[in-house]
Antibody, heavy 124, light 111 residues
Framework: QVTLRESGPALVKPTQTLTLTCDFSGFSLNTRGMSMSWVRQPPGKALEWLAFISWEDDTYYASSLKTRLTISKDTSKNHVVLTMSNVSRADTGTYYC????????????????WGQGITVTVSS | QSVLTQPPSVSGAPGQRVTISCTGTSSNIGPGYDVHWYQQIAGAAPKLLIYGDGNRPSGVPVRFSGSKSGTSASLAITGLQAEDEADYFCQSYDSTVNAWVFGGGTKLTVL
């Protein structure tokens, strides 16, 4: 059974760095074609893709957030980490990690397993 | 402003058929990049409903189908049921920004 679970702070102050962890089980990120992404959703708004990391450590980021995001993986610990620097109130929302099978970044099979999400509020 | 355009809302009575459109451009849906659809029931995480334009993951009812033509894609739901009331999002790859992009989402109301 494949499971994903996000963890991190529920509340962060503006200008701080947000660090989120996605612990997963039931598959290996060393397997060819496996990849993980982070997606967020501000309250009452649409989904927004943030970052992607592949089994071979290729990374991609949303262009508007590229300078503030870092995605990394630790296959020995079965987790993926997203850091977002210099947060503001606009970064408030629910953050999801999701798995996908991808031949390449532009040729994939959708995000087939999602975590339950973690709600993050940015406030002083 | 989302890269992919969806109607904000659609509605239908139980048993009816509804469609949700997803309009893109020559840098995403147009060149043939795959479109995926997600269902998000209130308070829950999104769920993959359709992948690769028209493929259903195991467990998704055949009432859900996807198609694509030109720079647009569509999700069709036949035999509408109360449990289908949810938000639906389309997603694809965009070559201009080299990123995955979502539609703005469509709220389906079952009357």
């Amino acid at each position: 059974q494949v499971t994903l679970r996000e963890s991190g702070p529920a509340l962060v102050k503006p200008t701080q760095t947000l660090t989120l962890t996605c612990d997963f089980s039931g598959f290996s990120l060393n397997t060819r074609g496996m990849s993980m992404s982070w997606v967020r959703q501000p309250p009452g708004k649409a989904l927004e893709w943030l970052a992607f990391i592949s089994w071979e450590d290729d990374t991609y980021y949303a262009s508007s957030l590229k300078t503030r995001l870092t995605i990394s993986k630790d296959t020995s610990k079965n987790h993926v980490v997203l850091t977002m620097s210099n947060v503001s109130r606009a970064d408030t929302g629910t953050y999801y990690c999701a798995r996908s099978l991808a031949r390449s970044f532009d040729w994939n099979y959708g995000m087939d397993v999602w975590g339950q999400g973690i709600t993050v509020t940015v406030s002083s | 402003q989302s890269v992919l355009t969806q109607p904000p809302s659609v509605s239908g009575a139980p048993g009816q058929r509804v469609t949700i459109s997803c309009t893109g451009t020559s840098s995403n849906i147009g060149p043939g990049y795959d479109v995926h659809w997600y269902q998000q029931i209130a308070g829950a995480a999104p769920k993959l409903l359709i992948y690769g334009d028209g493929n259903r993951p195991s467990g998704v009812p055949v009432r859900f189908s996807g198609s694509k033509s030109g720079t647009s894609a569509s999700l069709a739901i036949t035999g509408l049921q109360a449990e289908d009331e949810a938000d639906y999002f389309c997603q694809s790859y965009d070559s201009t920004v080299n990123a995955w992009v979502f539609g703005g989402g469509t709220k389906l109301t079952v009357l």
